[in-house]
């Protein structure tokens, strides 16, 4: 069966920095597109980042230069580093595979940056 | 960046009624345009691919279609079930953009 687990998430206080995991199971993580997308409290669905199969990675700007995705393939996990967040950083992050569509959701792991 | 724009944001519906989402895109996007539900404390759901495409176990009440900028979500006979928020994404350009959402109330 498909599937994605997160893990990592909860309170940090602004500066602050966490580590997201994304557990992967029924398929590679290292074969195939994998995207973070976050939802802040009551509100839609924004695009983080997505690595590719080769390791090449693409961030929205708000994130660029503060997160960092990236895999380890003898885990099958994908990971997001996050630095220096923001209270607006607050949001559900859910890990997804990405071939143009995104086929396959975790539960997400929820992030509350407050002081 | 593309920016998506859907219309209605909030629609109340009956059971069974005929109901129609709208997304358009600031640009042309190909039919590089998908389509999600999301309920309550539920992750997205794929509901349709690249425009039109259908996927494997989503009822076939649910259909798009469109091209370029002009996109449609219609859902037949709607059942109760089918309260949820509604996104389109598209998968044209970096960023990757979603709609801003469409929540259907029954």
């Known amino acids: 069966e498909v599937q994605l687990v997160e893990s990592g998430g909860g309170l940090i206080q602004p500066g602050g920095s966490l580590r997201l995991s994304c557990a992967a199971s029924g398929f590679t993580v290292s074969g195939n597109y994998m995207s973070w997308v976050r939802q802040a409290p009551g509100k839609g669905l924004e695009w983080v980042s997505v690595?590719?199969?080769?390791?090449?990675?693409y961030y929205a700007d708000s994130m660029k230069g503060r997160f960092t995705v990236s895999r380890d393939t003898s885990k099958n996990t994908l990971y997001l580093q996050m630095n220096s967040l923001r209270a607006d950083d607050t949001a559900v992050y859910y890990c997804?595979?990405?071939?143009?569509?995104?086929?396959?959701w975790g539960q997400g792991t929820l992030v509350t940056v407050s002081s | 960046e593309i920016v998506l724009t859907q219309s209605p944001d909030f629609q109340s519906v009956t059971p069974k009624e005929k109901v129609t989402i709208t997304c358009r895109a600031s640009?042309?996007?190909?039919?590089?345009l998908h389509w999600y539900q999301q309920k309550p404390d539920q992750s997205p759901k794929l509901l349709i691919k690249?425009?039109?495409q259908s996927i494997s176990g989503v009822p076939s009440r649910f259909s798009g279609s469109g091209s370029g900028t002009d996109f449609t979500l219609t859902i037949n006979s709607l059942e109760a079930e089918d309260a949820a928020a509604y996104y389109c994404h598209q998968s044209r350009s970096f960023p990757i953009t979603f709609g801003q959402g469409t929540r259907l109330e029954i």
């Open positions: 640009q042309t996007i190909g039919s590089n």
């Open positions: 997804a595979r990405s071939w143009g569509h995104f086929d396959c």
């Open positions: 690595i590719y199969g080769d390791g090449t990675t």
């Open positions: 690249y425009a039109s």
